[in-house]
C-alpha cells in the first residue's frame, strides 16, 4: 500500500504547501497614499542640475565641477554612482524639456519581487531601499526594472553593488526631504504623502490645463511613488512605452500562484500511475 | 596607468597551468590510463589542453578583476551567455527527469539501461551548467548558498533556486547507487533502492516546478523581451520544451554512449522515445502558433531581421523532426530517431537563447555578444561535462542493466526496486 501512503504524503505536502503560501500572500497592507512621494512639476524645471550635484555629494562621491548649468560634466545616464541626472535628452529634434531620472519607488516594485534573498524592500515609509549585505549579484532587479534604474558595480571583483536611488531614506527618517529636493531652487520638486500630491497634481491640472497636459506615475505599473506633471506626453520624454497597468510582480504571481496546485496535481497523478502500473503493491518489476 | 600586475600575472599563470595539467590528467584518464597512441588521439588532447588551458585563464582573469573587465554584460543588459547556459544546460538535463518518471513510475522497462547514463548527464548537467555557470555568473558568488537562509517567496528566481538545489539532491540519490555498486557498498546501495522511487516522484515535481519557472523568470519583462517569445504562456511552454527535449536528450546521450563505449543497445529503445516525444512536440508546437498567433505577434518576424531570423531557425528546427518520426517508413529505425533528436536540441536550445538573449536586444538598445572569456567559460563548463561524463563511463557501472531476455525486455531489474530491500539475486 505504498502508493496510498505516497498518496497521503503527497496530499498532506500539499495542504501545508497551500496554507503556509497563502500565509505569505497576505501582502504588507501599507497605504500608499500616507507614503511619502514626490511631485515633478517639469514645467518648471530649468535643468540646472542642482538636484543631482546635490544627489552626488550626499551618496559620498565629488560635485559636479563648475557651475554645470545645462550641458556638462557628468555621467548624462544613471550610473553606478549618478542616482539622478537631468535627462536633456539628446538627439530630439524638438525643443528640450529636460527631465529629472531617478528611482521612481514604484508601489509594487519589479526589483524587490525578483530578488532571490529580499536585498530590496519597499519600505512602509514609501522607499525603495537596497540591503547590499544580503545581495547576491545575480542582477535580475537590473534586468527586471521598467524604468532601467538599478545600476551595477561591475568592476567589483568581489562584492559587487546594486546602486539605485533610495530616496534619501536616511534623511527621511530624520524628519527631512530628499537631497535633490532640498536642493531645487525653482520648486519643480516636491516632497510630502503620496496621495496629498496626487490630488495637487490633479488641482493643478484642473486649474491650469494648458499648461499641464499629462500626468504620470499615478496609474502605470501600480503606481509609482514619484509623480511627474508635464506638457508633454511621458513616452516622448522618454519614459518606457508598453508598460501595463498593473504592477509588473502580478504577472509574475499568476504563474508563481500555481505552485501548491503543481505539487498536488503531479504528486496524485504520479502515485496514481505508479499504483496503477505496479497493481496496488511494488512488486519486482 | 598601465602597470604590470604581477600578482594578477601570477594568479593567471597558476590557473593555466592548473587546468592544463587537469586536461592532461582527464586525457589520459579517458584513453584509459595510458599515453595517446594514434594522431587523432594527440590531437583529442591537444584540443582539450588548449581549451582548458584557455579556461584557466578565463577563470582567474574573471574572479581577479570582476564581470566588468571579462564580459560584455553591462546596466543595459545585465543577463548574458551565461545566465542562458543556465536556461539551456537545465533545459538539456530534462532527459534525467523523464527517463527517471517512464523508468521509476510508469515502470517502462524498456527505458531501464538507459536510467543511469542519462541519469548522469542530467546530474553533471545541473552540477556544470547550472552551479558551475551561477558559480561564474553571480556577481557574488561566494554568496550562492544565500537563498537558502533568505527567504523570498515572490521571486521566481528564488523558487528555481530551491527547486534546482533540492533536485540535486534527488539527482544524487538516483546517481548514487552507480558509485556505490562501484565501491561494494550493498548495503547503502539497497538502502538507496529502497528510497528510489519517493525521490523519483519529488524530482518530477520539483522538475515541473522549475523547468516551468525558468519561463517564468520572464514574465516580468513584458515591454523588453520581443513579443514573439513573450507570452503569459512562458511556463507552460518552457515546461513542454523541456520534456520534448528531455526526450532528444535521452536519445541523444544514450545513442552516443552506448555506441562510443561499444555497448549493445536495443533499437527499441531510441524508437520508442522518438515515438513518445512526438505528440507533446506537437501539442508544444500547436500551442506556439496558436499563442503567436492569438496575440497576433507574427509580423514581428518581419519587423526585427535578427530575431525574424533566430525565431524562423528555431520554429523549424522545432518543426523538422516531425517530418522524420511521422513518417512511417522511418519511424522505426534507430538512425532516424537519433536524426530527429538533434535538431530538436539544437531548437530547444536556440528557444532558451531567444529568450534569454536575442529577444531582449532590440528593446533594450543593446548589441550584446559574448566577450571571447565568456565563450571560452561555456566552452569549458560543456567540457567539463562531457570529459567526466566519459571518465565516469569508462570506470563506472553505467551500461550495467540486468540481463535481458528473448523478447528485449528485463528479466530482473534491481536498478528499479523501489520501496521495501532488494531481492537476493535480483542484480547479476
Not at chain 1, 499641464?212 to 509623480?227: H, N
Amino acid at each position: 500500500m505504498i502508493s496510498r501512503r505516497q498518496f497521503f504524503k503527497t496530499a498532506a505536502t500539499g495542504a501545508l504547501t497551500i496554507a503556509s503560501a497563502r500565509a505569505l500572500l497576505a501582502e504588507s497592507s501599507v497605504d500608499p497614499s500616507a507614503s511619502a512621494g514626490v511631485l515633478v512639476d517639469l514645467t518648471r524645471c530649468i535643468g540646472c542640475r542642482a538636484c543631482e550635484n546635490a544627489c552626488r555629494v550626499r551618496a559620498g562621491f565629488d560635485a559636479l565641477p563648475g557651475a554645470a548649468i545645462g550641458y556638462g560634466p557628468g555621467d548624462g545616464r544613471l550610473s553606478f554612482r549618478t542616482r539622478t541626472f537631468i535627462d536633456f535628452r539628446d538627439g530630439d529634434t524638438k525643443p528640450k524639456q529636460p527631465v529629472k531620472r531617478q528611482c521612481m519607488h514604484c508601489l509594487d516594485p519589479a526589483c524587490v519581487s525578483v530578488c532571490p534573498v529580499g536585498a530590496l524592500e519597499k519600505t512602509a515609509s514609501g522607499p525603495v531601499v537596497y540591503n547590499e549585505s544580503i545581495c547576491i549579484g545575480c542582477r535580475y532587479c537590473i534586468l527586471a526594472c521598467p524604468f532601467g534604474v538599478p545600476k551595477y558595480e561591475w568592476n567589483s571583483a568581489f562584492m559587487p553593488r546594486v546602486a539605485k536611488c533610495d530616496f534619501c531614506a536616511d534623511r527621511q527618517a530624520k524628519g527631512q526631504s530628499p537631497a535633490c529636493v532640498a536642493s531645487c531652487p525653482t520648486g519643480t520638486l516636491k516632497f510630502g504623502k503620496r496621495g496629498e500630491l496626487l490630488q495637487e497634481a490633479k488641482e493643478r491640472m484642473d486649474a491650469q490645463p494648458g499648461r499641464y497636459k499629462y500626468r504620470y506615475g499615478d496609474a502605470v505599473v501600480g503606481g509609482t511613488s514619484w509623480l511627474y506633471l508635464s506638457d508633454t506626453e511621458p513616452e516622448e520624454l522618454g519614459f518606457p512605452k508598453g508598460l501595463p497597468k498593473e504592477p509588473l510582480p502580478s504577472l509574475t504571481w499568476k504563474a508563481i500562484s500555481k505552485l501548491p496546485f503543481v505539487v498536488i496535481g503531479v504528486g496524485l497523478v504520479l502515485s496514481a500511475v505508479l499504483r496503477w502500473r505496479t497493481r496496488g503493491a511494488l512488486e519486482q518489476p | 596607468m598601465n602597470e604590470f600586475n604581477w600578482i594578477l600575472a601570477l594568479f593567471r599563470v597558476i590557473g593555466v597551468l592548473v587546468m592544463m595539467s587537469a586536461a592532461v590528467f582527464a586525457c589520459w584518464l579517458l584513453s584509459g590510463r595510458q599515453s595517446p597512441k594514434h594522431v587523432s588521439a594527440v590531437f583529442g588532447w591537444l584540443l582539450l589542453v588548449v581549451l582548458w588551458g584557455l579556461g584557466g585563464y578565463a577563470l582567474t582573469t574573471r574572479y581577479a578583476l570582476g564581470l566588468g573587465a571579462v564580459t560584455n554584460l553591462s546596466d543595459q543588459f545585465p543577463w548574458g551567455i551565461w545566465k542562458a547556459l543556465v536556461l539551456c544546460g537545465i533545459a538539456f538535463a530534462a532527459g534525467g527527469f523523464l527517463t527517471a518518471c517512464l523508468g521509476y513510475i510508469f515502470r517502462i522497462r524498456t527505458f531501464y539501461p538507459i536510467l543511469r547514463p542519462v541519469v548522469l548527464a542530467a546530474y553533471l548537467g545541473y552540477m556544470l551548467s547550472a552551479t558551475g555557470a551561477l558559480l561564474v555568473d553571480l556577481g557574488r558568488y561566494h554568496q550562492i548558498w544565500r537563498p537558502i537562509f533568505y527567504w523570498q517567496h515572490r521571486s521566481v528566481l528564488f523558487e528555481v533556486s530551491w527547486c534546482v538545489m533540492l533536485y540535486t539532491g534527488v539527482l544524487t540519490v538516483e546517481f548514487a547507487p552507480i558509485l556505490l555498486d562501484k565501491f561494494g557498498w550493498t548495503r547503502t546501495s539497497r538502502f538507496v533502492h529502497a528510497i528510489t522511487v519517493p525521490f523519483v516522484i519529488c524530482g518530477v515535481i520539483l522538475s515541473t516546478l522549475h523547468q516551468s519557472s525558468l519561463g517564468s523568470l520572464f514574465l516580468i519583462v513584458p515591454n523588453k523581451l520581443l513579443p514573439l517569445w513573450y507570452t503569459p504562456w512562458l511556463p507552460i511552454l518552457f515546461f513542454l520544451s523541456a520534456i520534448v527535449s528531455g526526450f532528444a536528450t535521452a536519445i541523444f546521450v544514450s545513442a552516443l554512449a552506448f555506441w562510443i563505449f561499444h555497448k549493445p543497445l536495443e533499437p527499441r529503445v531510441l524508437t520508442s522515445l522518438a515515438k513518445g516525444m512526438t505528440p507533446i512536440l506537437l501539442v508544444y508546437l500547436f500551442l506556439r502558433v496558436a499563442d503567436l498567433t492569438s496575440r497576433n505577434a507574427w509580423m514581428y518576424v518581419f519587423r526585427y531581421p535578427v530575431q525574424g531570423v533566430t525565431f524562423t531557425v528555431e520554429m523549424l528546427l522545432l518543426t523538422l523532426p516531425l517530418f522524420v518520426v511521422l513518417k512511417t517508413r522511418w519511424s522505426g529505425r534507430r538512425r532516424w530517431a537519433f536524426a530527429a533528436a538533434i535538431p530538436v536540441i539544437l531548437g530547444v536550445n536556440l528557444n532558451r537563447l531567444n529568450v534569454a538573449w536575442i529577444g531582449l536586444l532590440p528593446a533594450t538598445g543593446s548589441n550584446y555578444f559574448p566577450s571571447w572569456i565568456e565563450i571560452t567559460v561555456v566552452l569549458n563548463l560543456l567540457s567539463f561535462g562531457v570529459v567526466l561524463f566519459g571518465i565516469a563511463a569508462r570506470y563506472l557501472p553505467l551500461f550495467e542493466h540486468p540481463d535481458v531476455g528473448g523478447h528485449g525486455t528485463p528479466v530482473v531489474v534491481p536498478r528499479v526496486t523501489a520501496m521495501g530491500p532488494m531481492e537476493a539475486g535480483g542484480h547479476v
